[in-house]
T-cell receptor, first 117, second 112 residues
Framework: DTEVTQTPKHLVMGMTNKKSLKCEQH?????MYWYKQKAKKPPELMFV???????INESVPSRFSPECPNSSLLNLHLHALQPEDSALYLC????????????????FGPGTRLTVL | DQQVKQNSPSLSVQEGRISILNCDYT??????FLWYKKYPAEGPTFLIS?????DKNEDGRFTVFLNKSAKHLSLHIVPSQPGDSAVYFC???????????FGTGTSLTVIP
């Protein structure tokens, strides 16, 4: 099983709503990532978890709150978002933290298309 | 500061011909490189990777070449097929790092 799943596939929310994005992998990977991607741009790293501990927070606004309940799950809690936060949110996982070794491919989920009204 | 660059935002190739996508990097500590393919509204799909101890890695129609002295890698797709039309991202990581760095992407169109 080389699959990373994400729910929901699409999400429309108002600026006062609270919602959560979910990500799951069953490959035994110990590193998980959240990216934000705008059209025609590369994925932009938001958070990295390694062994369920937050390893990187790329100066992401506090209206985005990550959570790693266990080694297979990664959540991204959203609150009071702005219209400019509308994007494709991608979850990814890799066996180890990037750079730990070669042949450490990062697998991406299909993404959640988020629209903030 | 963009450490991984793809200077061609788009490329068009005739079906059956070779597609060559290029990627340059600035960080000499990068030692592992990957190529991803992305369709619109989907997550990137891993294609092929190469370690800095090699200069070539081949997988079916896809071959990645690495020139460390020039800090340059390329992805060759031969023969190109219409289903290869997508955006291609190169990415890199360094041995002591903790993240992957992505290029800006090249949109490939294979014309039937």
């Amino acid at each position: 099983d080389t699959e990373v799943t994400q729910t929901p596939k699409h999400l429309v929310m108002g600026m006062t709503n609270k919602k959560s994005l979910k990500c799951e992998q069953h490959m035994g990977h110990r590193a998980m990532y959240w990216y934000k991607q705008k059209a025609k741009k590369p994925p932009e790293l938001m958070f990295v978890y390694s062994y369920e501990k937050l390893s990187i927070n790329e100066s992401v606004p506090s209206r985005f709150s990550p959570e790693c309940p266990n080694s297979s799950l990664l959540n991204l809690h959203l609150h009071a978002l702005q219209p400019e936060d509308s994007a494709l949110y991608l979850c990814a996982s890799s066996q180890w933290l990037a750079g730990s070794s070669s042949y450490n491919e990062q697998f991406f989920g299909p993404g959640t298309r988020l629209t903030v009204l | 500061d963009q450490q991984v660059k793809q200077n061609s935002p788009s490329l068009s190739v005739q079906e059956g011909r070779i597609s060559i996508l290029n990627c340059d990097y600035t960080n000499s500590m990068f030692d592992y490189f990957l190529w991803y393919k992305k369709y619109p509204a989907e997550g990137p799909t891993f294609l092929i990777s190469i370690s800095s101890i090699k200069d070539k890695n081949e997988d079916g129609r896809f071959t990645v070449f690495l020139n460390k002295s020039a800090k340059h890698l390329s992805l060759h797709i031969v023969p190109s097929q219409p289903g290869d039309s997508a955006v291609y991202f190169c990415a890199a990581s360094e041995v002591t790092g903790n993240q992957f760095y992505f290029g800006t992407g090249t949109s490939l169109t294979v014309i039937p």
